[in-house]
Nanobody, 120 residues
């Protein structure tokens, strides 16, 4: 399975961006992860095959993860962006375990990353 992420770019603080990730095959849970300029990483949002979602506290109320299972696509709608959201965003997919996890190691496939830059 290959994942193709898109939608990153430059936004002003308070603005919005939408990320998308397309999987080449069927998958279970899908995760958005981000890596900050100083290389720290954190999970952002996760959605399982049933549409159940979870978010890291820092994005709750601002970001929304959704999926179209028929198209093997997951999206991340990011609103009220802040400069601290600046990072490379990766999508990841689980195909085999069926876990609903926020741990990157639990995911089988990763996209190439898309850069989100939020200016103040």
């Amino acid at each position: 399975v290959q994942l193709q992420a898109s939608g990153g770019g430059l936004a002003q603080a308070g603005g919005s961006l939408r990320l998308s990730c397309v999987a080449s095959g069927s998958v279970n849970a899908m995760l958005w992860y981000r890596q900050y300029p100083r290389k720290q990483r954190e999970w952002v949002a996760v959605i399982n095959s049933g549409g159940v979602t979870n978010y890291v506290d820092s994005v709750k109320g601002r970001f929304t993860i959704s999926r179209d299972s028929a198209k093997n696509t997951v999206s991340l709608e990011m609103n009220s962006l802040k400069p601290e959201d600046t990072a490379v965003y990766f999508c990841a997919a689980d195909r085999y375990s069926g876990k609903y996890s926020t741990i990157g190691y639990d995911y089988d496939y990763w996209g190439q990353g898309t850069l989100v830059t939020v200016s103040s």
